[in-house]
């Protein structure tokens, strides 16, 4: 596959592996780029049209809703609802599960998506994004039991970045690979194939300010690194972050790095920050095929059983020898405590 190929060649291209695929995913895709093409429309006119701001309602999980993330989730419902290739849709800013009402074509694909990642960035013009993962349906009417599937099991995960420019990401088990939106010809064009995220890095990515509530093995990685050319590391690290996972992602499927949200104290009784299904799994699948490693410092994040559809789970994920070395400080921390620890990797101890 040659960069400049368009998205709709690519997964063509990738249909005709399958003889016996029927176009569907193929067509699924497509209406999923011609949404995400929609909110960065929307996102690019920012406060020339009424799109920044708060919206007057909260979410499901008790968090302020803005106009933009009730906007692009309106939009990716829109353009995915009336084409018959989905059983069902979930997103963050609905409770429930959302149904294709009756009458209109369904299809065996379940989405979940985020429709807004980084919405603190909205009122700010800084980089946002929009985050789905398909998976399969064999149900007519799917309900929130069905779409509780371990990560592994994801037919596609991928994000849109709205950043300085508008790019795609997506993985269908075949890498990942990355698609920059031409404005010009309205397209999506590969421009980086097979993403390999380097092994090592000097770049780390975490809110500093939840630091005195993190788990012992999370400030030893960090103090570590603060310790700079005299510590342990022997060279001298940066931070960066964010507030949008999907672009502090998107940096480390670049050049490499660590991000994570991890438990701390402050949030230890709702699991995590970061959602499961509609964050976590999506980004997880792309770094792994990206040649990372994606834990909650005890588990591998795509072998989780989901519990629910808004479950949130702590996230660990980058470069390979970075995340072994916070790996390697919650094996020694959950033998010392009596903790389970099941993921398995390269391990130094
Ligand atoms: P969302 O805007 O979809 O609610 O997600 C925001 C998430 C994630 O993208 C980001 O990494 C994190 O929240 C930022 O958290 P802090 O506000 O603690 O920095
Ligand atoms: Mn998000
Ligand atoms: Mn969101």
């Keep these: 596959m040659q960069l400049g190929t368009p998205l709709s060649q690519y997964l063509i291209e990738e249909q005709r592996l399958y003889p016996e695929a029927t176009g569907s995913f193929t067509l699924l895709m497509n209406d999923i780029a011609l949404a995400c093409k929609t909110i ?12 920044l701001g708060n919206a007057e309602s909260d979410n499901c ?22 084409r018959g290739h989905i059983a ?8 429930e599960v959302y149904p294709i009402p009756d009458g209109q074509p369904k299809g065996k694909y379940l989405l979940v998506f985020d429709p807004l990642d980084g919405s603190s960035n909205i009122d700010v013009d ?41 790019m795609i990401v997506i993985s269908i088990g075949h890498g990942t690979h990355a698609f920059t939106l031409d404005p010009d010809i309205g397209e999506f064009v590969l421009t980086h194939k097979d993403i390999q995220i380097p092994e090592d890095s000097a770049e780390y990515s975490i809110n500093h300010a939840n630091r005195l509530g993190w788990e012992k ?15 342990p590391k022997g060279k001298r690290y940066t931070m960066r972050w964010v507030g949008a996972m999907v672009m502090d992602v998107h940096r480390i499927l670049m050049r490499g790095g660590m991000f994570a949200y991890p438990i701390d104290e402050g949030i230890r ?18 770094v792994e095929q990206a040649g990372g490693i994606a834990t909650t410092g005890y588990q591998r994040i795509l072998d989780l059983k989901p ?15 970075e995340v072994t070395d916070i790996l390697n400080f919650h094996k020694s921390y959950a033998e010392q405590n009596s903790l389970e620890f099941t993921h398995k990797c390269r391990l130094f101890s």
């Excluded at 960065?40 to 799109?51: C, E, I, M, N």
Aim: aromatic fraction near 6%.
């Design 40 to 51: 960065s429309a929307a996102v690019r006119k920012g406060a020339l049209v009424d799109v």
């Design 61 to 82: 999980q008790g968090e302020q809703q803005k106009k933009l993330d009730i906007i692009a989730n309106e939009l990716f419902i829109k353009n995915n609802i009336w």
């Design 88 to 95: 069902a849709m979930a997103s963050e800013e609905m409770e």
């Design 126 to 166: 800084g980089p946002i994004g929009t985050i789905f993962s398909i998976m399969r349906s064999d149900k007519e009417n799917p309900t929130e039991e069905d779409f509780l599937q371990e990560g592994t099991k994801q037919v596609c995960a991928g994000y849109c970045l709205y950043g300085p420019a508008t």
């Design 217 to 231: 093995p999370m400030r030893q990685y960090v103090e570590d690194r603060e310790a700079g050319k005299n510590g």
């Design 269 to 286: 009784a709702k699991g995590g920050r970061l959602r499961l299904m509609y964050e976590a799994n999506p980004i997880s699948f792309l």
């Design 307 to 321: 519990s629910g559809l808004h479950q949130r789970v702590p996230v660990i994920i980058g470069s390979k020898n």
